[in-house]
T-cell receptor, first 116, second 115 residues
Framework: AQSVSQHNHHVILSEAASLELGCNYS??????LFWYVQYPGQHLQLLLK??????LVKGIKGFEAEFIKSKFSFNLRKPSVQWSDTAEYFC??????????????FGKGTKLSVIP | EPEVTQTPSHQVTQMGQEVILRCVPI?????FYWYRQILGQKVEFLVS????????KSEIFDDQFSVERPDGSNFTLKIRSTKLEDSAMYFC?????????????FGEGSRLTVL
């Protein structure tokens, strides 16, 4: 079974600071990787995803993530955060469990607070 | 843009009562899921549903839980006899499955409070 670790529970940054949120997964086979964001009081929204190809993936709102297969990592980055980026960020792994349902396994989430 | 809708947004119930949470998945999706998030904890998989049957379930999804797609559009989660520890945000999701490499689209969640 796959598992996902997110290293930071809560990150506090000032506006314009650079962001990097760590994510490591464990799974021996081919995986699809996702970052979801949950703004306060809202549902989970997809930020970006990696299926194959270029390991540097660009998502919405200026976010990007790099898949490093040798490190089993998929860290999320943004060069300059804004107050509106305040949210909780979830890394997730999706692999065919054999039942064809492709369930997502989430990390515990990292809460990002951006101070104006 | 198509979206997953869930009702109710918030339900308060007494311990031991039955609760039904409703979801309308995106219309052309074939795979349906329920996840839950206990306050302060991670999002946890409960169950997946395909072709009118459960395809996979977690150890959380015990005999108190059931899912149903009663009319081809709704996808429901029933908790027969709620416990205090069932208090959580319940998210419905739908996806194309392997044809779309497993991306899931989530509803806004139903917050369940068990007193």
């Amino acid at each position: 079974a796959q598992s996902v670790s997110q290293h930071n529970h809560h990150v506090i940054l000032s506006e314009a600071a650079s962001l990097e949120l760590g994510c490591n997964y464990s799974y021996g086979g081919t995986v699809n990787l996702f970052w979801y964001v949950q703004y306060p009081g809202q549902h989970l929204q997809l930020l970006l995803k990696y299926f194959s190809g270029d390991p540097l993936v660009k998502g919405i709102k200026g976010f990007e993530a790099e898949f490093i297969k040798s490190k089993f990592s998929f860290n999320l980055r943004k060069p300059s955060v804004q107050w509106s980026d305040t949210a909780e960020y979830f890394c997730a792994v999706n692999a065919d469990s054999g039942a064809g349902s492709y369930q997502l396994t989430f990390g515990k989430g990292t809460k990002l607070s951006v101070i104006p | 843009e198509p979206e997953v809708t869930q009702t109710p947004s918030h339900q308060v119930t007494q311990m031991g009562q039955e609760v039904i949470l409703r979801c309308v998945p995106i219309s052309n999706h074939l795979y349906f899921y329920w996840y839950r998030q206990i306050l302060g904890q991670k999002v946890e998989f409960l169950v997946s549903f395909y072709n009118n049957e459960i395809s996979e379930k977690s150890e959380i999804f015990d005999d108190q839980f059931s899912v149903e797609r009663p009319d081809g559009s709704n996808f429901t989660l029933k908790i027969r006899s709620t416990k205090l520890e069932d208090s959580a945000m319940y998210f419905c999701a739908s996806g194309d499955g392997p044809t779309n490499t497993g991306e899931l689209f989530f509803g806004e969640g139903s917050r369940l409070t068990v007193l």
